[in-house]
C-alpha cells in the first residue's frame, strides 16, 4: 500500500497569507493526487484532481503543483472562510490512501 | 444535481448488525464507482473500499477485509455498508463518494478523484 504523509499537521496564518501544504508519497504515484477540504462538521470537498487542476468552482486562490512522490497545496491569499482541514489522497493504485490532514486556522 | 444522500444516524450496541445506505441521483448510477471513507472521532479521513454497480466489483482495505460488506441494489440506485458484527471501535461517521474518472492527455491513464460526497451517517457502537 502506498503511504501518504502531510506536513505541517496544523498552522496559523492571518487573513491574505500565503498558505502552503506539502504532501509525500511513499513512492511514485506520477500525478495521480487529490486535493480535499473538509470544514467543520461538513462532507469533504474535492478542490484539485490530478495534481494541478481546479475542480470547478473552487476560487482560484487554491492551486496545486507537484508530480511523481512530492506535491503541494497553496492557498494564495487566505480567507477566513478557508478554515478548515485539507487532505491529499492518491488514486494511482488500489487501495487509495489519504494523507492524515493539514488542519488550517485564522491567527 | 448530481446528490449522494446517506441514511440517518445510528445507535447500536456490540455484536449487533447494521447496513446503512447511499442513494443516487442525477447521473446514472451503474456508470461510476461508489468510495466508502471512514471518518473516527476527531480523525482524518480512511479509504473503506470501493464497489461498481454495474457489476458489483469490489475493491477493499487490506485492513479491513472481511469486517464490513459493500453491496449494491442498482435497481434502486443504492450502495450499502454492511456489518455482522458491530464493535465500539466501529463508532465513526461513514461517508460514500462518487469516484469520477478523468482522461488528461499529460497523465497517461484516467486520474479517479472522489467529485461528489454523501452527507455521511454517523455511527455510534457503545453498551
Known amino acids: 500500500d502506498i503511504q501518504m504523509t502531510q506536513s505541517p499537521s496544523s498552522l496559523s496564518a492571518s487573513v491574505g497569507d500565503r498558505v502552503t501544504i506539502i504532501c509525500r508519497a511513499s513512492e511514485s504515484i506520477r500525478r495521480h493526487l487529490n486535493w480535499y477540504q473538509q470544514k467543520p462538521g461538513r462532507a469533504p470537498n474535492l478542490l484539485i484532481y490530478?495534481?494541478?487542476t481546479l475542480q470547478s468552482g473552487v476560487p482560484s486562490r487554491f492551486s496545486g503543483s507537484g508530480s511523481g512522490a512530492d506535491f503541494i497545496l497553496t492557498i494564495s491569499s487566505l480567507q477566513p472562510e478557508d478554515v478548515a482541514t485539507y487532505y491529499c489522497h492518491q488514486s494511482y493504485i488500489t487501495p487509495g490512501s489519504f494523507g492524515q490532514g493539514t488542519k488550517v486556522e485564522i491567527k | 444535481e448530481v446528490q449522494l444522500v446517506q441514511s440517518g444516524a445510528e445507535v447500536k450496541k456490540p455484536g449487533e448488525s447494521l447496513k446503512i445506505s447511499c442513494k443516487g441521483s442525477?447521473?446514472?448510477?451503474?456508470?461510476?464507482?461508489i468510495g466508502w471513507v471512514r471518518q473516527m472521532p476527531g480523525k482524518g479521513l480512511e479509504w473503506m473500499g470501493i464497489?461498481?454497480?454495474?457489476?458489483?466489483?469490489?475493491r477493499d482495505s487490506s485492513s479491513l477485509q472481511g469486517q464490513v460488506t459493500f453491496s449494491v441494489d442498482k435497481s434502486i440506485d443504492t450502495a450499502y455498508l454492511q456489518w455482522s458484527s458491530l464493535k465500539a471501535s466501529d463508532t465513526a461517521i461513514y461517508y460514500c463518494a462518487r469516484r469520477r474518472i478523468i482522461r488528461l492527455p499529460d497523465v497517461g491513464r484516467g486520474v479517479y478523484s472522489f467529485d461528489v460526497w454523501g452527507q455521511g451517517t454517523r455511527v455510534t457502537v457503545s453498551s
Open positions: 442525477g447521473y446514472s448510477f451503474s456508470d461510476y464507482w
Open positions: 464497489i461498481f454497480p454495474g457489476d458489483s466489483d469490489t
Open positions: 490530478a495534481a494541478s
